[in-house]
Structure formats: structure tokens, C-alpha cells
């Protein structure tokens, strides 16, 4: 999986936006993309995920500032992050993971979101 951020950097103002997007070649169907995260000192957590079937979900704490959405067609996962805060900043992952056979989990390397106060 790759992972990139519009506009290049991951390094906004607090109350700014940021639009992350993951590219994952060669899925299968059935498999659900999300976007987790990892703060410095912390466990990586869930932010927001979109089965094959267009079904998303969300970490109950982002409080409606994420919006993620997926198109099938390219296989890319896309996070608008809106209203950024401090406490948004971590490394973000993509994820691909598939729970039918062939089974499988990927993650991209990860890509660094700072928001300065």
C-alpha cells in the first residue's frame, strides 16, 4: 500500500485541513480499506474504514471533522481531515484487510500528520 498527503508535508495549523490518500494495488474483492493512526507514545488506533460495499466507519472521537471515502474502481482510500487539532497529530497508516479466503492484512508504511498549536 502507498500512502501520500495533499498538500505534501502532513504539517498544518491547528483548525486546518488535510487530505490523505492511500493507493492499494492488487486486491481482492471483499477486502475493507481504513485508515488507523499512531501518536507518539501511544497505540495505534482506528480512525475510519470502507468495506468494498461502500460501508464507512468511524472512530467515535474524531466528532465528524473526517470524512473518508473510497473508489473502488482505482482501489484508492481517501481521508479529508477538516478542523485539525494537536492532539490529530500522529503517523497514519492504511490498511488493507481482507477476512474471507485468501485472508490477508496489509499496511502501508505510514505517513506523518503534525498539527502545530
Known amino acids: 500500500l502507498m500512502c501520500s498527503c495533499r498538500p505534501g508535508g502532513g504539517l498544518v495549523p491547528a483548525g486546518g485541513s488535510l487530505r490523505l490518500s492511500c493507493a492499494a494495488s492488487?486486491?481482492?474483492?471483499?477486502?475493507?480499506l481504513a485508515w488507523y493512526r499512531q501518536a507518539p507514545g501511544k497505540q495505534r488506533e482506528f480512525v475510519a474504514s470502507v468495506t468494498s460495499g461502500g460501508i464507512a466507519d468511524y472512530a467515535s472521537s474524531l466528532e465528524g471533522r473526517f470524512t473518508v471515502s473510497r473508489h473502488n474502481a482505482k482501489n484508492t482510500l481517501d481521508l479529508q481531515m477538516n478542523g485539525l487539532r494537536p492532539e490529530d497529530t500522529a503517523v497514519y497508516y492504511c490498511?488493507?484487510?481482507?477476512?474471507?479466503?485468501?485472508?490477508?492484512?496489509?499496511w502501508g508504511k505510514g505517513t506523518q500528520v503534525t498539527v502545530s498549536s
Open positions: 490498511r488493507a484487510q481482507r477476512k474471507v479466503t485468501p485472508v490477508y492484512t496489509y
Open positions: 492488487g486486491i481482492l474483492g471483499a477486502t475493507t
